[in-house]
């Protein structure tokens, strides 16, 4: 009896986050199709600022990659 009660509780439960993950992605879907496309315009000076900035952060990641691997291998 206990475990048809537990097995119910947990069918409940799960259709209940189901339905509520369901909603949560319905909601982030339409909300990326709105933004797919950009909307404003972008001078030549701005495109070059933004992609020197995507270069220092990949250039800070792999710098935080080789602190980490230096660091777990021991040779810092």
């Known amino acids: 009896m206990r475990d048809e009660k537990m097995e119910s509780i947990e069918r409940v439960f799960g259709e209940r986050i189901g339905s509520i993950i369901s909603e949560s992605t319905g909601k982030i879907r339409s909300i990326n199709q709105k933004y797919a496309t950009p909307k404003i315009k972008l001078t030549g000076g701005a495109k ?9 952060l990949i250039f800070l990641v792999v710098l935080l990659a080789y602190k980490f691997w230096t660091i777990v291998h021991g040779s810092a």
């Open 48 to 56: 070059f600022a933004l992609l020197l900035l995507r270069f220092y």
